[in-house]
């Protein structure tokens, strides 16, 4: 963990929030490799669960909500972490991590007695602030408050689906392992509406998709575990839920989530708001409120999880080498391209022409003519590239193409210029 964290750093990866003034607890930022990384998992992921889906749509709704919505959702009474706080340090930690309850584990103070903590964010609103808005502790209810409209405006036949990616805010009580446990992160979720008798189908639909997509992005699927959740620790709106774990260095923790929700949402909402939410079966010609299966995945988790699985070192031309083997399809850079030498005028010419064809193509390319050509390797490899690009004098003198090389395994072939981006958008 501490190899990896190190490496985010030194490289632009993530940054603690707010560094400069001494970081802020449970923030993180995305450098340059790091936000390229993170869009390309986002891209990913809607191209796997919508683009490549039958009925599924995208919405992007606010992050402030009314209390209304959370009173309804049940969020304001039962979204709580247990807590706990030194009487001496006041120091506040969560009661079911905590492994001695009666002894502070910082300053050996008295601890007192455990207590609900209300992970939600209140904003106070308008000139008065009187009014008060939360930040949303989840984006599922920006589905469910939205159903109306688009099922008004879209005419959708079940089942369907309602996505988006984005921010969510909780008011953790102890962030911590890195991107695990952070107070601001994005989700990445989708309701999906059924008929309430279909729901064991599409729930084990989903259950697969979901480990096609860990493969997919990159995962060590070794490593994670699907958990049965019971029914005492499942939220108060589902059914069943079952969640993927992953084995985290700091312990076999939750990834993702897959919860049968019922009908729970959009009842609540029907109810407190009075407007009608229930769908209309054409062939059947009856009136019900949809039930809804729910994968949820967490963006930063996700990040997280693949910045580990990705993590590899061995040993190339005697000595020990750090790389990043990301799948070619979310790596921040695609390929990097060199001169072999920096003080020949024809090499440099040639590599920054091939450089700006494959950037039009690909967009995420790197041109690097600093130090020698090991080195470049070796800081290539630690970002993730997956193919290096070198321009030598066979390529001017001989026009033979150019070498390329593979981040794994280090080999290179030579490869006519002309067939460069096939060969390329082949493997990615």
């Not at 090991?374 to 150019?402: A, L, M, W």
Request: hydrophobic residues 35%; aromatic residues 12%.
């Amino acid at each position: 963990m501490e190899k990896v964290v190190s490496l985010c750093k030194r490289r632009g990866f993530v940054f603690q929030g707010s560094e400069i003034y001494g970081g802020l607890s449970g923030t993180w930022d995305y450098g340059p490799y790091g936000a390229e990384l993170a869009h390309n998992i986002k891209e990913l992921w809607w191209k796997h669960f919508v683009t490549e889906q039958e009925n599924m749509f995208g919405i992007s709704s606010s992050t402030l909500m009314p209390e209304a919505v959370w009173k309804a959702s049940g969020h304001l009474s039962g979204f709580t972490d247990p807590m706990i706080e030194c009487k001496k340090c006041h120091h506040r930690f969560r009661a079911d991590q905590t492994e001695d309850k009666k002894k502070c584990s910082d300053c050996g103070g008295e601890l007192g007695e455990e207590k609900a903590f209300n992970m939600m964010f209140p904003v106070s609103m308008g000139s008065s602030g009187e009014d008060v808005a939360y930040l949303r502790g989840e984006i599922a209810q920006g589905m469910f408050v939205n159903f109306k409209n688009v099922l008004d405006t879209m005419h959708l036949d079940l089942p369907f689906g309602l996505t988006q990616i984005g921010k969510a805010y909780r008011n953790e009580i102890a962030p911590r392992d890195f991107l695990f446990r952070v107070r601001e992160f994005d989700l990445m979720e989708f309701e999906y509406f059924i008929r309430p008798e279909e729901w064991e189908k599409y729930f084990e639909m989903w259950k697969g998709e979901m480990w096609r997509w860990i493969e997919r992005v990159g995962i060590n699927k070794d490593l994670v575990h699907e958990l049965e959740v019971p029914a005492e620790d499942r939220a108060h709106y589902s059914k069943r839920t079952v969640d993927f774990e992953f084995d985290y260095p700091f312990g076999r923790k939750e990834l993702y989530g897959l919860a049968y929700r019922t009908n729970y949402d959009l009842k609540q909402h029907a109810s407190a708001s009075g407007v009608d939410l229930s769908y209309f079966d054409e062939d059947k010609k009856e009136k019900f409120i949809p039930h809804v299966i729910e994968p949820s995945m967490g963006h930063g988790r996700t990040m997280l999880t693949v910045l580990l699985s990705a993590y590899k070192e061995d040993e190339m031309n005697g000595e020990v080498r750090t790389y990043l083997a990301f799948k070619p399809s979310i790596a921040p850079i695609k390929c990097a391209v060199f001169p072999l030498l920096k003080n020949k005028p024809e090499l440099v010419e040639k590599a920054r022409e091939i450089y700006k064809m494959l950037k039009k193509e690909f967009g995420s390319v790197a041109f690097d003519d600093n130090g020698n050509i090991g080195k470049r390797y070796r800081r290539q490899d630690e970002i993730g590239t997956p193919f290096c690009v070198t321009v030598d004098f066979e390529t001017i003198e001989k026009n033979t193409g150019v070498t390329i090389r593979d981040r794994d395994t280090g080999k290179q072939e030579r490869i006519s210029i002309s067939e460069l981006i096939s060969y390329i958008r082949s493997k990615i």
